[in-house]
């Protein structure tokens, strides 16, 4: 089993950057298979690690205190789960170590190594992995520590910067725009018409958004059912024009080769609304929604070009915003070096601590009563002994080399010297 004191981070994987898609689908893992995986990197050694396998990437994240060895165990499980040969996955794939590692793991839990910049659900991934190797016995003390500052690496990633506020899937961008035009969506109604996939994906979206009170209607025998079962309500077909009335948001997504609603029908649906507006998405492929729709007062439609164009606009902005995270990603790096090296510290800092409380109590008990300049005097001299000398023989090792003789001196200064102390101020 591996030293936890030396265990040092690395990552194994294959993404959308270093990989094709070919490899990427022979190395995804379905979950149920993780603790099989699992059972096999612990039979290798490796007893600290985690799993992330998504359609972007397969990467295990670990600690071992020899990670190349641990990486290359790695690089072989890959190459028999995708059936290719081992050179294949070192072409493809990519082993990170130490400081470098880190940051990339800091970086994809921030969302930062996505093929889309800023994509939510990618922390979520990582957290689930996080939970299955726990849930496995794959989580120690150290991996958690760094999980830990991951989860808060993303959080000032999220907080500090505007890259996860911008839409950059079409589905978002309909959203986006619902809330920019209706504030709140909790208190809306939607209509969702046809049984197209964008339609499905605009309504996932807004039902994340808020937006509760949601009705289906479609010219197909399957309507009713898919609205069971999704939660919403049913109206038939025939009754699209009383569905218009009541609808602050209309998805459309039929593409049936002729529109669905005409300006007359918009018409009609706002002087029940008594002008209040609606927002039309139009999903469909040909157009669903008659382009004079919008010249209606109080009709805002969008066309399947019009969301596309907010998307991409997202992904641009999220871009241009992607140095600042990248900024909080690499202090976020500084910092957890900083505080390995205090914790690693530490310990011989207490244990020099007790040693200088123990030599006190020694002095105070051999000589009761002694004042304070003689007890000061004998606490250096006991202090200083066992110190000097192992420095002299260091210093005698060191003759042969002046490089090494000079590398203890600097030491020494490093201990003994108080980097705040300004020579300048000292009183002669």
């Known amino acids: 089993m591996p030293s936890q004191s030396n265990a040092r981070i690395f990552v194994v994987g294959a993404n959308h950057r270093s990989s094709t898609a070919l490899l990427r689908d022979r190395l995804f893992m379905e979950e149920s298979l993780l603790p099989q995986m699992f059972g096999r990197l612990r039979a290798g050694g490796l007893d600290q690690a985690l799993i992330l396998s998504t359609c972007d990437r397969t990467e295990i994240q670990g600690l071992h205190d020899s990670p190349e060895t641990a990486a290359d165990m790695v690089r072989n499980h890959f190459a028999a789960i995708g059936n290719v040969g081992y050179a ?28 889309v910049v800023g994509e939510p659900q990618v922390l979520g991934q990582v957290k689930a992995g996080h939970r299955l190797a726990g849930a496995c016995g794959m989580i120690g003390p150290q991996l958690d520590r760094v999980m830990q500052s991951a989860y808060r690496t993303a959080k000032r990633v999220r907080s500090e910067t505007e890259i996860i506020r911008r839409p950059v899937s079409i589905a978002s961008a309909a959203a986006q725009i619902c809330q920019d035009l209706h504030g709140d969506l909790s208190g809306r109604a939607g209509l969702i018409v046809g049984l197209g996939e964008i339609g499905e994906l605009i309504h996932e979206q807004l039902r994340t958004a808020g937006l509760q009170r949601v009705t289906l209607t479609a010219a197909s025998s399957r309507a009713e059912t898919v609205a069971r079962r999704a939660g919403i309500h049913f109206l038939p077909f025939e009754s699209l024009g009383e569905a218009l009335a009541e609808a602050d948001i209309v998805v459309s997504a039929v593409g049936a080769g002729r529109h669905i609603v ?48 907010v998307a991409l606009q997202g992904r641009t902005e ?25 914790r690693e510290a530490s310990p011989v800092i207490v244990d020099l601590r007790e040693r200088f409380a123990a030599a006190r109590e020694k002095v105070l008990l051999d000589h009761p009563g002694i004042d304070a300049a003689r007890a000061t005097e004998l606490l250096v001299n006991r202090l200083l002994d066992g110190p000097s000398r192992a420095l002299r023989g260091m210093a005698r090792q060191a003759e042969s080399d002046a490089a090494e003789g000079e590398r203890l001196e600097e030491m020494i200064r490093r201990l003994f010297d108080d980097p705040s102390d300004d020579p300048s101020d000292r009183q002669d």
């Open 262 to 309: 005409n300006r007359a029908d918009a018409e009609a649906a706002l002087k029940r609304r008594r002008r209040r507006p609606i927002l039309f998405l139009d999903g469909g492929v040909p157009p669903d929604i008659a382009p004079e729709v919008e010249e209606c007062d109080g009709a805002f439609r969008y066309s399947l070009d019009d969301l596309e164009h």
């Open 88 to 115: 294949e996955i070192i072409d493809q794939s990519y082993a990170l170590y130490d400081r470098e590692a880190l940051r990339h793991v800091f970086a994809v839990a921030s969302s930062l190594d996505s093929q």
């Open 318 to 342: 999220r871009q241009a915003t992607a140095a600042a995270a990248w900024q909080i990603v690499d202090d976020e790096v500084g910092s957890w070096y900083e505080g390995r090296a205090d």
